[in-house]
């Protein structure tokens, strides 16, 4: 044989391993978290902005007065405000995130807890927005 011959044929035969590697090996991308955004104002019973930084939790819900949680709870600690306002990235898991947002028509409601004040906000109706 020649060795051009043999060359071509070991270049072949490794794209094809490492091809078949890649179709082999989990997908990270299944494993990622989904990641939503939440942005809120916490007050005193007076309107005067909460100062910081606070210790956060997060639940969600079906409904907006029920003890129907989905989910579980989820902390943010040493939270920033500025104003009373802050910002969190929830990260939930594939699982998790199919959960909470099951379907269309079911509801999705998040309670934020400031545990340094020991205080609970109304929930809040949360909706989904595809986007591609």
Do not use: W
């Amino acid at each position: 044989m020649k060795p051009g011959f043999i060359k071509s044929r070991t270049k072949i035969l490794c794209i094809s391993l490492l091809m078949l590697a890649g179709l082999l090996a989990p997908s990270r991308a299944l494993a990622l978290p989904y990641e939503i955004s939440y942005l809120g104002r916490l007050t005193e019973s007076n309107g005067m902005p909460v100062s910081g930084p606070i210790n956060l939790e997060v639940k969600f819900f079906r409904s907006l007065t029920g003890s129907d949680q989905v989910g579980s709870a989820l902390p943010f600690n040493s939270l920033p405000l500025a104003d009373g306002v802050f910002q969190i990235n929830i990260q939930l898991s594939p699982a998790d995130f199919h959960t909470v947002f099951s379907d269309d028509t079911s509801n999705a409601y998040i309670e934020v807890t400031d545990l340094t004040h020991s205080k609970t906000y109304t929930r809040q109706k949360y909706s989904t927005v595809p986007y591609a």
